[in-house]
């Protein structure tokens, strides 16, 4: 696929971030903002429903939108119903679930501090407070409504400071752990700073790499974490010691070092194979050039960490990188708007849109075999939700490729057979 606009799924009212689905809910979160800048432009995250519509196209429709004040999220995770979103220097933690009336009236006659929305029915009422650096505080607002359906209700948990950088601190990764025990967060300052989930309390605070952290991942029973910074490493960390540093370049040789950084990291399962683990990195170029390089996917396995396979994956740098949770493709975002979709097996592209957003893809996030107990991919591969700079949710799906039924084939397979018989017969009278 080429160059071609892609119709909108859902359009913000300021530019986004992050994107998470929620399994067990179905939710689509969504969030960004302007930041604290006087331009009027707001910060929230907003509460999508995600339906299918047909087998192939998909709608979405918000459902809730949580204020976030003068800060904007720029990274979030999402696990059993908890959001950790970065807010600046800090990491936000808040709790979501979907309230009946009847369940809403009893947590605001508790005095519960959160914010409910259905549709356009709300009315803001307060705001909360905010902690201490390690400390934690209740955040949020209360907002009311008069309608008789679910509403989803927003409370919040804990803030905890995850970036110290003196200058100008920000959080730039979060990620639960796989079993939700943990949750680690990366920032400018350079340091992992890993805690103990839901309590919050700081198990590890460590020096990863020298400037900033840009993105991180923790493999399947908390065995080993991967970090990648701007200090052209990638490291394997076994707890806060240092375990081994990845060199994509073995695969490569005659790349000149340093003239290549790691952008990305992500563990992945491998689809029949349950004991099975991959590493996937994405390196871009350092400087960028008239004639630009490309940038480069990396393959590696998840228990030695030894390189698989290397492939380019085109000019454009990369921006951010998303694995299914199957394990069978991987996503990316480009700097320039474009949205790619890989196979896992081999690193060759299956999908492409040049430019499907107007400016930089900030997160991607692929849609789950099912949503809710039922089937959310329809009559497609995969689907991958994509938002960017420019305000814009899109939904890129790969139809199931087409192919015929077994009765069908054998019934063409007899029909060949019947015409070369009687074509026989009839070039050679008395074959048969």
């Known amino acids: 696929m080429g160059k071609r606009r892609m119709p909108d799924l859902y359009r913000a009212p300021f530019p986004l ?9 179905g939710l689509v979160i969504t969030a960004g903002g302007g930041g604290a800048s006087k331009t009027g432009i707001k910060n929230a995250v907003h509460f999508l429903d995600l339906q299918l519509v047909g087998e192939h196209q998909y709608s979405a429709s918000l459902l809730h939108s949580h204020d976030t004040d ?50 356009d029915a709300r009315r ?33 948990m804990a803030e905890v400071q995850s970036d110290l950088n ?37 198990k590890f605070d460590f020096k990863a790499h020298e400037g900033e952290i840009e993105d991180l991942d923790m493999s399947p029973g908390n065995k ?28 490569m040789p005659q790349i000149p070092e340093r003239t290549y950084r790691y952008m990305a990291c992500r563990f992945g399962k491998v689809e029949d194979q349950k004991d099975t683990l991959r590493l996937y990195t994405v390196q871009i ?29 085109g000019t454009e740098v990369i921006s951010t990188l998303a694995v299914s949770d199957s394990g069978t493709f991987l ?36 849609l789950p ?21 420019d305000s814009r949710c899109q939904v890129h799906a790969v139809p199931n490729r087409r192919s015929f039924p077994i009765w069908l084939v054998l019934f063409f397979c007899g029909l060949m057979v019947v015409g070369v018989l009687l074509l026989l017969q009839h070039l050679f009278p008395g074959f048969i």
Not at 228 to 240: E, I, L, P, Q, T
């Open 285 to 313: 170029p350092h400087k960028r050039d008239r004639k630009p390089p490309p940038c480069h996917l990396t393959k590696w396995d998840g228990k030695s960490f030894l390189p698989m396979l290397t492939a380019p994956c």
């Open 331 to 366: 996503g990316l975002g480009t700097v320039t708007g474009s949205v790619a979709i890989y196979i896992t097996f081999s690193l060759q592209k299956l999908y492409y849109v040049q430019e499907s957003h107007g400016i930089v893809v900030t997160d991607l996030a692929f």
């Open 166 to 202: 003196p200058q100008d601190p920000l959080q730039k990764v979060v990620r639960f752990s796989p079993d939700l025990s943990l949750l680690l967060t990366g920032g400018t300052d350079g340091h992992i700073r890993v805690w103990e989930f839901p309590s919050m309390k700081k």
């Open 369 to 389: 075999h099912s949503l809710k107990g039922k089937n959310i991919k329809g009559n497609n591969e995969t689907a991958m939700l994509s938002v960017a700079v």
């Open 124 to 156: 803001r009422a307060g705001k909360g407070d905010k902690g201490g650096q390690d400390g934690v505080a209740a955040s949020g607002d209360v907002s009311d409504m008069k309608d008789e359906t679910a509403r989803i209700s927003v409370i919040g």
């Open 17 to 25: 971030y992050s994107i998470k689905v929620d399994p067990k809910t």
């Open 224 to 251: 080993h974490l991967v970090t990648v910074g701007r200090d052209f490493a990638c490291s394997v960390w076994s707890g806060s010691q240092l375990a081994m540093g990845l060199q994509w370049l073995e695969t």
């Open 70 to 119: 003068t800060r904007a999220t720029m990274n979030m995770a999402v696990g059993d119903g908890v959001i950790a979103a970065g807010q600046d220097g800090t990491c936000c933690v808040m709790r979501f679930k979907h309230c009946t009336q009847k369940e809403g009236g009893k947590a605001e006659a508790k005095g519960v501090r959160n914010s409910v929305q259905q549709g």
